[in-house]
Nanobody, 127 residues
Framework: EVQLQASGGGLVQAGGSLRLSCAAS????????IGWFRQAPGKEREGISL????????LYADSVKGRFTISSDNNKNMVYLQMNSLKTEDTAVYYC????????????????????WGRGTLVTVSS
């Protein structure tokens, strides 16, 4: 059974940093692209970053490029999202999700294409 569990959310002031973690299990980690998606109150879910752990390819939404960094630890089946220079508009529930790595090439950050989701973690950025 595919399981993805996000953690690391919390309350941070604007300009601060947080690191989110996603623990993955139940599938061959190298076969998958794992990504971070978020949903702010009253807004549509948004794809923000993806990583293909087998070859290190990454993808970022323009809204987070240069501020967020995605990484993976293949030995631990973990994916991380380092979030720096946080803004109030980054406030959202953050989810990790995954699919076979060809989805990254075919669909990019289109969140509706990803079927395997974990529970989210809330990030609140205060002004």
């Amino acid at each position: 059974e595919v399981q993805l569990q996000a953690s690391g959310g919390g309350l941070v002031q604007a300009g601060g940093s947080l690191r989110l973690s996603c623990a993955a299990s139940g599938f061959t980690f190298d076969d998958y692209a794992i990504g971070w998606f978020r949903q702010a109150p009253g807004k549509e879910r948004e794809g923000i970053s993806l990583i293909s752990s087998s070859d290190g390819r990454t993808l970022y939404a323009d809204s987070v490029k240069g501020r967020f960094t995605i990484s993976s630890d293949n030995n631990k089946n973990m994916v991380y999202l380092q979030m720096n220079s946080l803004k109030t508009e980054d406030t959202a529930v953050y989810y990790c999700a995954g699919e076979l790595r060809e989805y990254m090439t075919k669909y990019g950050l289109r969140w509706w294409r990803y079927a395997r989701w974990g529970r989210g973690t809330l990030v609140t950025v205060s002004s």
